[in-house]
């Protein structure tokens, strides 16, 4: 499901207009987005967690030369999912 499928779902549940839809979930993926800029943890009771992981500077392989660079330190997103969705996942 991509994030169309998704606004059309809710849309069609919800009785809303496509628009409306894409609206409130723009709105829920910019307040995950700023959340985690922030440096804060998202947590969704039931479905997972959302949280920043900080890697350092490493030495990587460019695999098109083969090559060794310098990856520049970053911070990315990391979820981890809940019991609750992996039961459900596995039919529990």
Known sequence: MN???LSNSLSRKENLTEK???DIINLVFNGFTETLKSKERIEIRGFGS???RAYNVYTGRNPKT???TEVKPKRLPFFKVGNELK???NGA
């Open 50 to 52: 959302f949280s920043v």
């Open 87 to 89: 039961d459900r996942v």
């Open 3 to 5: 994030k169309s499928d």
């Open 66 to 68: 083969g090559g060794s």
């Open 20 to 22: 409306r839809a894409s």
